[in-house]
């Protein structure tokens, strides 16, 4: 490493994307800096489910998910217009047959020790403040302030990956903007203490949620996922459609808990957390995904699926690939020749999800946001386990 540089490369945000990139890089002999601006343990909103391919992104950096804190679920619990229906995750030999749940608090702190046992250097409380560019506009590295510091420090690195997430402050500062064709989701969750499904083993989802004030379907689902901890996470969100204006989640949540049988124990004096509520950027929203040293994972390049709203898995697997890439750039000289490599990052996100998420940002559009789930989960569907089956694979993005 040429001696002006702080590390081989530098990553900016230590959630699931920016700890995932800096697992594959460690552990591929790359000297890694990971900056996050907060302290572990720390909170961040979600609803904490993880279905099959993001599990896989889980065992694939060796995380052990049979120790203590980890829920498997086995598929998932279908509501909506009076009807249910179990669903289990398809086995399909690429993929695990399980999904599952583990709170943002412990699972994001768990991931960035693995990043450092995997030979990572993690700087906490680190908050980058921008990037720093040559003279040709390329990023070679950051600023940032340390807790107890206005002092900016500067760290330098050929590569730069930023793993901020929706708020994509260091894309931003480069003036790479959100393209505003993408959709834009918001969800609010809060935790609840119960033991009603201490032996439950599926995710809840409701396609059939009002909204409050309107009446008219909310854009999107609610969900309650049981965690390991004796809690479950219960939430909703939705793509609020241009017209129609955004719904009022927490009056709909109010709305939709009273409504859901007394024996859950899901009131006030259950709850175990505030309900907070945060943006979902989805659909690609940032392309391609690599410019002049910058390369952006996981939310920061909206990386949330227009289908369901995950975006643990797909935030894991990109962080993956751009891993691969980065590694193999690092061997090639500074020139032409390493960009050519850096390029095909997008490529390979393009060649895995173009597809998916070009179809659903249109069924996003077209449906989600003016429906909601509803029209999918009707009677004649709901009565065939299999066009659910089928139904399951796509929105998982389980079948390629
Ligand atoms: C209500 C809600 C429910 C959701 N439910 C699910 C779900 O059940 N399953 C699922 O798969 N997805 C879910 N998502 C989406 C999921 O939370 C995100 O897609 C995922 O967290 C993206 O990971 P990330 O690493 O890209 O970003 P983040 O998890 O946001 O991590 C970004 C990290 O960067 C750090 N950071 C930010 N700015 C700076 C800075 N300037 N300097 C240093 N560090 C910085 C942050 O502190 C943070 O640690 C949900 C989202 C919401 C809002």
Redesign the pocket.
């Known amino acids: 490493m040429a001696a002006e540089y702080d590390a081989q490369v530098l990553v900016?945000?230590?959630?699931?994307?920016?700890s995932s990139a800096a697992v594959h890089l460690a552990r591929a002999g790359v000297d890694v800096l990971l900056?996050?601006?907060?302290a572990f343990p720390?909170d961040?909103?979600?609803?904490?489910?993880?279905?099959p391919r993001?599990v896989h992104q889980l065992l694939r950096m060796g995380i052990d998910t049979t120790t203590p804190g980890w829920r498997r679920s086995r598929g998932m619990r279908l509501y909506c217009d009076g009807r249910q229906m179990d669903v289990e995750w398809p086995t399909i030999g690429r993929y695990p047959d399980f999904g599952l749940t583990r709170s943002?608090h412990d699972f994001?702190e768990l991931l960035a020790n693995h990043a450092q046992a995997s030979g990572a250097r993690l700087l906490t409380e680190?908050?980058?403040?921008g990037p720093v560019t040559d003279t040709t506009g390329r990023v070679v590295g950051v600023t940032?302030t340390s807790r107890g510091s206005d002092e900016p420090v500067t760290y330098r690195a050929p590569i730069v990956i930023a793993?901020?997430?929706?708020?994509a402050?260091?894309a931003l500062a480069t003036g790479w903007q959100r393209d505003p064709r993408t959709p834009l989701a918001?969800?609010?969750?809060r935790y609840y203490r119960t033991d009603a499904f201490a032996k439950d083993e599926l995710l809840h989802l409701w396609a059939d949620l009002s909204c409050a004030g309107t009446g008219g379907t909310l854009p999107g689902y609610g969900?309650l996922?049981p965690l390991a901890d004796g809690r479950v996470n219960l939430?909703l969100?939705g793509v609020p459609h241009h017209q129609h204006g955004n719904t009022d989640l927490r009056a709909t949540f109010r709305q939709w808990i009273s409504r859901l049988p007394a024996h859950w124990n899901l009131d006030e004096t259950t709850e175990d957390s505030p309900l907070r509520?945060?943006?979902?950027p989805m659909g690609l929203n940032r392309r391609p995904q690599y410019r002049r040293g910058l390369l952006l994972?996981?939310?920061?390049a909206g990386?949330?699926s227009p289908w369901t709203?995950?975006?643990?898995?797909?935030?894991m697997e990109a962080a993956a690939i751009a891993a691969d890439t980065v590694t193999l750039a690092l061997t090639r000289t500074p020139g032409p020749g390493r960009e050519q490599v850096l390029r095909n990052y997008p490529n390979e996100v393009d060649r895995r999800w173009n597809r998916y998420y070009k179809l659903g940002n249109t069924v996003a559009e077209q449906v989600f946001s003016r429906f909601g789930y509803r029209p999918l989960l009707n009677r004649h569907l709901m009565n065939s386990p299999a066009a659910v089956g089928v139904l399951t694979r796509l929105f998982a993005h389980l079948s390629s």
């Open positions: 900016i945000g230590a959630g699931p994307a920016g900056l996050e601006k907060d720390r961040k909103v979600c609803g904490d489910g993880l279905t993001g943002r994001d680190t908050k980058v403040t940032a793993a901020d997430g929706a708020s402050r260091t918001t969800a609010a969750r969900w996922f939430g969100g509520s945060a943006a979902l994972i996981g939310d920061s990386m949330v709203g995950e975006g643990i898995g797909q935030a």
